[in-house]
């Protein structure tokens, strides 16, 4: 690992909805090289992307990531390539590294896993608060019709009478 300048670390994450298979989450590590430029390095998939940025190495290696993949499952061996090629423990060096920089970003509640895990729970928490809302009203208007029918009850139906009354000393206050 000499000579590395890791920046950046993150993941893939492939969502398959037209499949009946899902593709797990992929791990990438972005080193600074000599030369000022980005490289993004899939750690499962041993792929490869530079870019003047981050962003453009990060991109270029979505690109190449999903592209691959894709042929491997729909045009090659599917699963059992994967598991072949995840399985090879090739990037063992750069594993350990990323699993350092997730430490170390844990420190300051800024990991990958729990970030992504609180966007996920901010999202659940808006729609259950929706749905509560929603059950909440449901029920007090059930209540609030209740309520009114039994108040309601209360009162004379053949006869009423009410009155409002303000004194004269009113004025002077």
Known sequence: MDGKNFVA????????????WNVPHTHFIVN??????????NLELVLDSIGETIQTSVNGLAK???GYVMEIMLERRGHDELVEIMG?????????E?????TNLSRVK??????????????????LDENLKKA????????????????RSKIPGAFNLSFELKTLEALAA
């Open 9 to 20: 670390i993150g993941k893939f994450m492939f969502e398959t909805p037209g499949y009946p």
């Open 32 to 41: 600074k090289t000599e030369s000022g430029r980005f490289e993004a390095t």
């Open 64 to 66: 190449l990531t999903a």
């Open 88 to 96: 090879a423990g090739l990037m063992e060096d750069y594993w350990r």
């Open 98 to 102: 990323y699993r350092i920089i997730e």
């Open 110 to 127: 800024k990991d990958l896993s729990h970030n992504i895990d609180r966007h996920w729970v901010e999202a659940i928490k808006e729609t």
């Open 136 to 151: 909440i009203y449901e029920i007090a208007k059930h209540d609030a019709e209740k309520l009114y029918r039994e108040l």
